[in-house]
């Protein structure tokens, strides 16, 4: 581990990967047994080590139904972990969730209240409240992370492509997020040193059903079977409707844009 400007929380995920990836020798990339946010012993030591101007925290237990059956766990990591960081004083850039909001009828920015819509959500929304507590510190909110292989999308085409059935939500709408996008904004944020919440997706709302529909359309493989997450028995209530907007200029590219990228990195 060396000395870096930014330190990077849960460097082993979805998110992190590719943060790590684009920011190359900026950031030192840590996760868990090596750092673990909940610890601030092991914070204290990852600090000493890395000395960094920020910290960059996507770490996150992102299991949701996880969540909801283990409370204590969620927020030990979304909300504990999270003050953890703050606490250093080094700037803290955290990412949260649309899991903020519940429904509604048109898409939410930041200046909207949240209403958590399950135990995921909560927590993350505490974790907020702890990462804003310290002046320049920021929270994104982003919502179905997809990357090359792992999210949302690859799983619906993997699945299609393979002449496997779906079984697709119709009862959520959000918006997807193209995790190449969303790493240029971040990097664009820690370099503005811009401070406060911000909503960063892919602007233009969707369903998983009507996702696998237009992706088992374009494969002519598989079939969608239209779901309720009701039907799915899961633990954890999902929203309804939780779209994002922004109303602080951190635009991403809309929906179609994303997944026509996406699709060239498969066709
Ligand atoms: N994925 C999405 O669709 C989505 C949507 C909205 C918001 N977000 C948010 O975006 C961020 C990145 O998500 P992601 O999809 O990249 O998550 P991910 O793939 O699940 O990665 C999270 C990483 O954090 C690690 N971690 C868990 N507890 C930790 C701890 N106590 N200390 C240090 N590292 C720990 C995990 O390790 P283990 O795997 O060993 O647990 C994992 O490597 C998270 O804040 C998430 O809440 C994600």
């Not at 939410?108 to 409240?129: C, Q, R, V």
């Not at 002519?220 to 009701?230: C, N, P």
Request: with cysteine.
């Amino acid at each position: 581990m060396a000395v870096a400007e930014i330190l990077l929380a849960g460097a082993r995920g979805l998110l992190g990967t590719a943060l790590l990836a684009r920011l190359g020798d900026r950031a030192e990339g840590m996760d868990l047994p090596e750092l673990d946010i909940t610890d601030p012993g092991s914070v204290a030591s990852a600090l000493d080590r890395t000395r960094p101007e920020l910290i960059l925290n996507v770490a996150a237990l992102t299991d949701v139904d996880r969540c909801q059956m283990e409370p204590g766990e969620a927020f030990r990591v979304h909300r504990d972990g999270v003050r953890n960081l703050a606490a250093t004083g080094v700037r803290l850039i955290t990412i949260s969730t649309d899991h903020v909001f519940t429904s509604g009828d048109s898409p939410f920015t930041e200046s909207d209240s949240p209403t958590p819509a399950n135990i995921y959500g909560e927590s993350k929304l505490e974790g907020e409240h702890e990462a804003l507590a310290r002046p320049g510190n920021a929270v994104i909110r982003t919502s179905w992370l997809f990357g090359r292989e792992k999210g949302l999308i690859p799983w619906i085409h993997g699945t299609l492509a393979l002449g496997g059935e779906v079984r697709a939500v119709a009862d959520q709408t959000a918006c997807v997020t193209y995790v190449f996008h969303l790493v240029r904004a971040l990097e664009r944020l820690a370099d503005t040193g811009e401070a406060g919440i911000f909503h960063c997706v892919n602007p233009g709302e969707t369903s998983p059903l009507r996702l696998a529909e237009m992706l088992r359309k374009r494969l002519g493989a598989g079939t969608v079977r239209s779901v309720s997450w009701a039907d799915l028995g899961r633990p954890a209530p999902r929203p309804v409707y939780s779209a994002l907007a922004t109303e602080r200029g951190i635009d991403l590219p809309p929906i179609e844009e994303a997944l026509k990228e996406w699709l060239g990195t498969r066709e």
